[in-house]
């Protein structure tokens, strides 16, 4: 099992920084990939960032060159780093992570920490 809490959410303005964590516990060595999805009222998660223990990272929408996702060397927090945030009222940003069994591969969320961009 794993447990992801997420920590470092708030409200800034536009243009501004906020890092936010996520700490894994639990059966972290099977981790294979943690990523940081955002919600907004009524509308799907989407993916933000995401990396994998082969270090490929990726950043599919608009948060390529603004944000950086990152991990500590023993895969226990994952961290998004994000620069130049945008107006766009408050939005969920949940940790997710694979865990690798031997023949299965189970998903895990947390339970998010808001982000608000506003004036």
């Known amino acids: 099992q794993l447990q992801l809490v997420e920590s470092g959410g708030g409200e800034v303005p536009p243009g501004g920084s906020l890092n936010l964590s996520c700490v894994a516990s639990?059966?972290?060595?099977?981790?294979?990939?943690m990523a940081w999805y955002r919600q907004t009222p009524g509308q799907q998660r989407e993916l933000v960032a995401s990396?994998?223990?082969?270090?490929?990272?990726n950043y599919p929408g608009a948060a390529r060159g603004r944000f950086t996702i990152s991990t500590d060397i023993a895969w226990n927090t994952v961290y998004l780093l994000m620069d130049s945030l945008r107006p766009g009222g408050a939005a969920v940003y949940y940790c997710?992570?694979?865990?690798?069994?031997?023949?299965?591969?189970?998903?895990?969320w947390g339970r998010g920490t808001q982000v608000t961009v506003s004036t």
């Open positions: 639990g059966k972290t060595a099977d981790i294979y990939s």
């Open positions: 997710h992570a694979q865990r690798l069994a031997v023949i299965a591969a189970y998903d895990y």
């Open positions: 990396i994998n223990r082969d270090r490929y990272i």
